[in-house]
Structures are given as structure tokens and as C-alpha cells.
């Protein structure tokens, strides 16, 4: 009887971006048993412990040292037995995760790696060396350069001082990061108005983001910074640099980093920026393993239940600028109204419309093609609605999927490309309800007041739900996860957790609390 063990790169792709592995393992090296670690917080612990596929789940502490989350895996697994040790990975590589290198190496058996849409190499194969030389080479590097740049950074940091007094006349606002995050860092930038009523403030944002911000009358230039996603490694080099070029001929007195990662704060180091604000662990390690030491005022980000708007406006007061209210609004301009209203009576549709939006770019939080369409025909059949099933011109293959499955294809419209980032707010304006999975475009919803069912997963439920539409959000229950677990549904897919009654219903209470509101 054979035995491998799996390790997985990250918390959450741990599970669901490489969750076809456990059978690819069982058929690939014919193993009998399959064991894995997770650690207590896991949100998914539940679905793992009750997924029938494996036949040990071995707790592990997190965020531990690596020296001594790597004692204490060689306390644990030098004693066991595996045939095959695999590790496996998704979109995050393992030379950001050395750890996770040194655990496989440590680990008994054949060792392989596992990379999704690759499948298994051996470590010591052709792709095995290589991924080894690029974290040795990328550690080796990162260490070098935090080093150096340590030496040459003299100014110790301003801990917490109040800024209010400064006299600031430019400011760059950095979130190049996707929709819903730009979109719930939108509500600063009211604030920074308030205190600096005279100052420019620029945007620097990633492309995406930058075609929605236009009709953002606050904002006076932006800038475009095309990050990759999930890291902080610029697309190209070639860009940084002419973006540097264009920044520097602005002179900023002060900086915000709402997103926290290096290349923001070697840039805005290297721009010369009087007041370097960003959130950091500086003040938990002064021995920092990032750029944070680079940043002029390191603040502890709150990593509490807060809502991610509320960690943003706290980076604000922490350098003094106090808000007694939230605002958070998308402006939404007349001509995007006129230029959506257009669309729709060239598209023949009239009456009241629903939307659904029905993909992410993190395809983890997805539901399923063939429910879609049982939601569509609910809001076709008992509200009298058209639905849009909106997106981007890559999300209409899928939207596709949904209409091939609905019983009332000339009611439900493929809206993806239909309408421009500047103008979704507007179209969102305009809907009596939206059905989603969370995405940029949920926040933009629930920035414009569109009435919402949301499914989100577990762990994005606190700092991520729709601000001021808490109630709206649809969680999969513990017993749920476990059914679908033990029903081996799940295609690596949580949200197949929630049933289409249990959306029907939502959309129901929904619309009749938006129906009381209006009498």
C-alpha cells in the first residue's frame, strides 16, 4: 500500500486552484492513501476533513518563523513514512514561498513537484532544476537588494506623525490593483479633499482601473502602473522606468500606498516623496524581510473583521486625517447614462432588467453555468424582468454557457462588451437587482446602490462584502460545505454549496425590502 503527502503553496488555492490533484495523485503514481496539511484557520479545514479522498489531514501551525515551522516539520514528518512527497502549486510559485521548497526536501520519498495546467515533474527533472535556480536566484537577489538599499536609506521612520499641518500641494493616491479594491479605496480620496482642499491628487492604478476612474472629478492625472496578478512584479520594466519619468516631473509632497508592496516603495523612494505613507510590519519586526523601512510613515495595517474601506480610511487617520463618516459613492455622469440608455433600446430592452455577473477573474469563487440559468429563468418567469449577463468580451464564451441552458433566450441577453468601465456604474444605476459572485463589479454595485444578492466565499466575507449591503451576502453554511465535500460535488467549486432555491429566496427578500422602502 502506497502513501504520498501533499503540500500545497498558499491558504487559499491550497485547496480549491489545485483541488483535482488528489485524484490525479491516486492515478499518476497509484497510491492507495493520500495524506495533506492544513493549518486550524484554514476556512476550508471543514470541506478537507470531510473530503473522503484523503486519509489524514495533519494540522500545522501558521505564519510560524521559517526556522521554526522547518524544525518543526522535521520533528513531524522524519518519523513517518511516504512513498512520494509532491508539492503543489497554482498561480503563486515557490520562490516566494521558500519554506514550502525546504519542507518538500525534508519530507520522505520520491520528491515532485505539481503545477496546475503542467501536471507532475520530477524535482530533479529539466523543469525541476529550473524552478529551483529561479528561487535560489530570486531569494538570493531579494536579499542583496534589501541589504544595499537598507545601507543607503539614512532617514529613520516617522512613526504616526500628524500630517495635517504640512504643507502638501500634491499627492499620489497608488491602489494598482483590481476593481474592487480600487473601488473600495475610492472613499480616501473625499477625505484627503477635505484636509488638502487645494492639493492634486493623482491616481496610479492598473489599466483596468484607469478607464474607470475618468468621470472621478478629484482625481487631476492617472498614472498607469501594470502590476501582475496576486504579486507585486511590474509587467515590464521598460514601463517602470518612462512611468518614473512622467512622476518625477510632478514633485508629490506626499504618497499613499493603500496596496503595500515593494515596488511602490522603492518607486515612490526613488521619486524623492517628502512623506512616504503605507501600511507595513515595521513596528512588529524592525528586521523587516520587504521595502517597508523605505517608507517614510509604516503603518500598522489592521488585520482585524474591518471592512477593507475601513482599513483604508484607517491608514488616513493614522497620520492624523479623521473622517466621522464614510462616503462611499461611484459618480456616475449623465452622458454614461444617455450612452447605456442608448444600448439598451438598440439592444430592445425597454422594461425593468435584471443583471447577473456571473465570472471572476480568480475562477475559485465561481458557481456553476447550469444555475445561472435556473436564476435567470426565476427572474424572467416570476418578476417579469430581461436579465443581462454582463462582463468583459473574455467572460462571453461563458456567458454563452448560461444562455444555451435558460428557457427563455429572448428575455436573457450576453451583455459582456456591451458597455465600457466608465459606463457599467451607469448600467448598474439602472438595474432592479444584481446577482453575483464577488467581483470589481459588485463593489461598483453596491457604490451606486443597485440592490444585490452576492455569493461570497468564507474568508472574504469580512473585509470584502458589498459596504453597506452586509445582509445581501450568501456564505456557504458549515453543513453545506460538509454534504458537498462527502458528495465529492464540489469540482473545486465552494460556492456550489448554495442552492438555487436559497438564491431564489434571497432575491425575493431582496426586492421585497427594496419594494417597502419605495411605498
Known amino acids: 500500500m502506497k502513501t504520498a503527502l501533499l503540500i500545497r503553496i498558499n491558504a487559499w488555492h491550497e485547496v480549491w486552484g489545485t483541488h483535482a490533484i488528489v485524484d490525479e495523485i491516486k492515478r499518476y503514481f497509484d497510491v492507495t492513501d493520500v495524506i495533506t496539511v492544513a493549518t486550524p484557520q484554514t476556512d ?9 479522498r484523503y486519509k489524514e489531514i495533519i494540522l500545522f501551525p501558521p505564519n510560524e518563523s521559517q526556522q521554526k515551522t522547518l524544525t518543526l516539520w522535521r520533528k513531524i514528518f522524519t518519523k513517518r513514512n511516504f512513498d512520494y512527497s509532491i508539492l503543489a502549486f497554482d498561480s503563486e510559485l515557490p520562490e516566494r514561498q521558500p519554506k514550502h521548497l525546504i519542507s518538500l526536501f525534508l519530507s520522505p520519498g520520491k520528491k515532485y513537484f505539481y503545477q496546475t495546467g503542467v501536471g507532475f515533474f520530477r524535482v530533479w527533472s529539466t523543469k525541476g532544476f529550473r524552478l529551483l535556480y529561479q528561487t535560489i536566484t530570486f531569494q538570493l537577489s531579494q536579499q542583496f537588494k534589501l541589504r544595499w538599499q537598507k545601507k543607503l536609506c539614512k532617514k529613520p521612520p516617522q512613526f504616526l506623525c500628524d500630517l495635517t499641518n504640512q504643507p502638501i500641494k500634491r499627492i499620489l493616491w497608488m491602489r494598482p490593483d483590481h476593481l474592487g479594491d480600487v473601488v473600495m479605496t475610492l472613499p480616501t480620496l473625499k477625505i484627503l479633499k477635505h484636509y488638502f482642499p487645494i492639493a492634486e491628487i493623482d491616481a496610479l492604478v492598473r489599466p483596468e482601473s484607469a478607464e474607470m476612474l475618468k468621470p472621478v472629478n478629484d482625481f487631476n492625472q492617472i498614472h498607469i502602473l501594470n502590476i501582475k496578478p496576486y504579486t507585486d512584479t511590474p509587467m515590464s520594466n521598460t514601463e517602470l522606468q518612462e512611468l518614473k519619468v512622467s512622476l518625477t516631473e510632478r514633485h508629490y509632497d506626499l504618497s499613499i500606498d493603500f496596496r503595500g508592496d515593494d515596488t511602490l516603495r522603492k518607486l515612490t523612494y526613488n521619486l524623492k516623496i517628502p512623506f512616504r505613507v503605507g501600511h507595513s510590519d515595521w513596528k512588529v519586526n524592525q528586521t523587516p524581510k520587504d521595502y517597508s523601512f523605505l517608507l517614510t510613515h509604516p503603518i500598522d495595517y489592521p488585520m482585524g473583521a474591518e471592512h477593507s474601506i475601513e482599513k483604508n480610511v484607517g491608514i488616513l487617520e493614522k497620520i492624523g486625517l479623521h473622517s466621522s463618516k464614510i462616503i462611499f459613492t461611484l459618480n456616475v455622469e449623465v452622458k454614461d447614462l444617455k450612452s447605456v440608455q442608448t444600448v439598451l433600446r438598440n439592444k430592445n430592452i425597454t422594461s425593468k432588467f435584471a443583471i447577473i455577473h456571473a465570472q471572476s477573474r480568480d ?10 440559468a435556473q436564476v435567470a429563468n426565476y427572474l424572467v418567469r416570476h418578476y417579469g424582468f430581461q436579465v443581462l449577463i454582463t462582463g468583459a468580451p473574455v467572460n462571453s464564451k461563458y456567458n454563452e454557457e448560461i444562455l444555451n441552458k435558460v428557457e427563455f433566450p429572448s428575455k436573457v441577453h450576453n451583455a459582456a462588451g456591451w458597455f465600457t468601465l466608465t459606463e457599467l456604474p451607469a448600467l448598474l444605476k439602472l438595474a432592479i437587482i444584481m446577482v453575483t459572485i464577488d467581483s470589481g463589479p459588485m463593489h461598483m454595485a453596491a457604490a451606486v446602490g443597485t440592490p444585490l444578492v452576492a455569493m461570497m466565499l468564507p474568508n472574504f466575507t469580512n473585509s470584502f462584502y458589498p459596504y453597506g449591503q452586509q445582509e445581501s451576502v450568501m456564505v456557504p453554511t458549515e453543513s453545506d ?3 458537498l465535500a462527502e458528495n465529492k460535488e464540489n469540482e473545486g467549486l465552494m460556492l456550489k454549496a448554495i442552492t438555487v432555491k436559497a ?4 432575491i425575493d427578500r431582496v426586492l421585497r ?7
Open 44 to 52: 476550508t479545514l471543514k470541506f478537507l476533513q470531510h473530503d473522503p
Open 363 to 372: 475562477y475559485t469563487r465561481g458557481w456553476s453555468s447550469k444555475r445561472f
Open 481 to 483: 460545505i460538509i454534504s
Open 503 to 506: 438564491v431564489t429566496n434571497a
Open 513 to 519: 425590502e427594496k419594494q417597502s422602502i419605495h411605498q
